[in-house]
Structure formats: C-alpha cells, structure tokens
C-alpha cells in the first residue's frame, strides 16, 4: 500500500465538490483498496499515545461556527480492534493507550467521506503525542512500514501551510503569501530529492518554516508519513493548492500508483 499525506483545510470539504475532493475521490479510484487505514490527524493532538478502539467510533464534530449541514454529517466506517492491536505492537516499547472514547475527528472523515464515501473500510486513529519532538515522531512512524506490507493505508491529515492568524477570512481565493509559497516549494523540492532530514528538523528551515507551521499540529502528520518511504517509492502531488493566502492543500502521496 502506499502512504499519503492529505492537506484537508476547511472542515466544510467534507461538503464541497472542488478540485482538493475531487482529487481526493480520484485517488479513491485508482488506489487499491486497503484493509484497513490507520490516520494520523493534527486534531487529535494530545499529550500521550493512543489508538482508537471503538468498533463503531463516532464521528467527532470538533469545530463551531459552521452550518448544521455539516454538524449531520456521519461517516460510519467500523474500526478495528485488530489492527490498533497490531499498532500497539509495532510501536512497543512506547506504551500505547487503547482509547474507546475517541472516534473519528474532521481531519480524518473530511478526506474520507471523498476517498471512501461507502465508508466501509475499517479506520482507526493514532493520536499525536504533544510532548514529544519531531524526530521523535519520525522515528516510532518508523516502526509502523510493515503496515503497508498488510493491506493497510497509512495517512496523515494535517497542512504543511496552516496559519490561520493570517488567513484571508471571506477571500478563499486568495494566492499564497510569498513566505508560504516559498516554504511549500522548498518542501516540495526536498521531498522530490527525497531529502527528508530538513523536513523533518523543520524549525532550523528559518522564518519561512515558522510562519507557515506556527504549530507542530497540522505538521507532524507529514512527518508520519514521510517516515513510511522505501527505496524505489515514488513521491507524487496528486492535489495542490492554496486556500486563504495560509494553507497549503498540497497532498503528498509515496508509492502511489
């Protein structure tokens, strides 16, 4: 299976139709189908490990201010005691919490109500622990590469841009800041070397990376998936995009057909 980092940005995409869904419904068609996903979302950023292991998580409304349109929307995909099982092991020593009253958040059924709408492959999520530094994420995401080998679908769902104090409120359609549309091309080259050692120790990348990740949140689930590369993967941007001047919807996608 190959691991792909989705730029999921506004919550109110899970109701769209525009080119960020439909890229991601495209790569719902043309990947294979995957037994099982484990996500990694910036919204579920808290300070210890943990998996999902609900066999119905609910799906989390973590937001306000938007229409009841989307407070309706459930994505009811199972979960799987197996594969949180299975996490837990790979990331031993790191204890791992086994969590049943978390479900699914924005950042994760956003992206797959598109990918996946029938919503009938099992997900789970593994928390991000904010306690700890990037290398550190880096190197327990790691241990989860034998996932792929299993029918499982790693991704992370973050932004590699997200700064909403200078979002462009009620102009969406603004072009990037120059800083952002620097720091997004200098990823973007960095990860088509597949030199993943300056994005991973992010913060020494200067004011550029300061400004477009202000927070490790919406970062780290990059981090997450970079660390799942094998040589001979293939790194690939099937969306791309900006949303307010400050998010990047760039998707990073490795080993991807």
Same mark, same amino acid.
């Given at each position: 299976?190959?691991?792909?980092?989705?730029?999921?940005?506004?919550?109110?995409?899970?109701?769209?139709?525009?080119?960020?869904?439909?890229?991601?419904?495209?790569?719902?068609?043309?990947?294979?189908?995957?037994?099982?996903?484990?996500?990694?979302?910036?919204?579920?950023?808290?300070?210890?490990?943990?998996?999902?292991?609900?066999?119905?998580?609910?799906?989390?409304?973590?937001?306000?201010?938007?229409?009841?349109?989307?407070?309706? !929307?459930? @994505?009811? *995909?199972? %979960?799987?005691? &197996?594969?949180?099982?299975?996490?837990?092991e790979l990331l031993a020593p790191v204890? #791992?919490?086994?969590?049943?009253?978390?479900?699914?958040?924005?950042?994760?059924?956003?992206?797959?109500?598109?990918?996946?709408?029938?919503?009938?492959?099992?997900?789970?999520?593994?928390?991000?622990?904010?306690?700890?530094?990037?290398?550190?994420?880096?190197?327990?995401?790691?241990?989860?590469?034998?996932?792929?080998?299993?029918?499982?679908?790693?991704?992370?769902?973050?932004?590699?841009?997200?700064n909403l104090h200078t979002y462009a409120?009620?102009?969406?359609k603004l072009g990037p800041y120059d800083?952002?549309?620097?720091?997004?091309?200098?990823?973007?080259?960095?990860?088509?070397?597949?030199?993943?050692?300056?994005? !991973?120790? @992010?913060? *020494?990348? %200067?004011?550029? &990376?300061?400004?477009?990740?202000?927070?490790?949140?919406?970062?780290?689930?990059? #981090?997450?998936?970079?660390?799942?590369?094998?040589?001979?993967?293939?790194?690939?941007?099937?969306?791309?995009?900006?949303?307010?001047?400050?998010?990047?919807?760039?998707?990073?996608?490795?080993?991807?057909?």
């Open positions: 299976m190959p691991a792909i980092f989705f730029g999921h940005g506004n919550p109110m995409n899970a109701l769209y139709r525009n080119a960020y869904t439909e890229g991601w419904s495209a790569l719902g068609r043309t990947l294979p189908k995957p037994r099982a996903i484990l996500s990694i979302s910036a919204h579920w950023y808290v300070p210890s490990t943990a998996v999902t292991v609900a066999d119905a998580p609910r799906t989390i409304h973590d937001f306000g201010g938007f229409p009841p349109q989307l407070f309706a !929307v459930r @994505y009811p *995909a199972p %979960g799987s005691q &197996a594969l949180a099982t299975r996490v837990r204890p #791992v919490l086994r969590d049943e009253g978390w479900g699914l958040d924005h950042g994760t059924w956003s992206v797959l109500v598109h990918v996946y709408p029938d919503a009938d492959v099992p997900v789970v999520q593994l928390s991000i622990d904010e306690t700890r530094e990037a290398s550190w994420h880096y190197q327990i995401a790691k241990q989860l590469t034998p996932l792929r080998d299993e029918g499982v679908l790693i991704m992370g769902s973050g932004n590699l841009v997200h409120w009620g102009n969406p800083w952002a549309a620097r720091f997004e091309d200098r990823a973007r080259r960095l990860l088509e070397a597949k030199d993943f050692a300056p994005l !991973v120790d @992010y913060e *020494a990348l %200067g004011r550029d &990376a300061h400004l477009s990740a202000p927070t490790p949140d919406h970062y780290l689930p990059l #981090v997450y998936v970079l660390a799942q590369y094998r040589d001979g993967d293939e790194v690939t941007f099937p969306v791309e995009g900006f949303d307010g001047g400050s998010i990047s919807m760039l998707s990073v996608a490795l080993g991807a057909a």
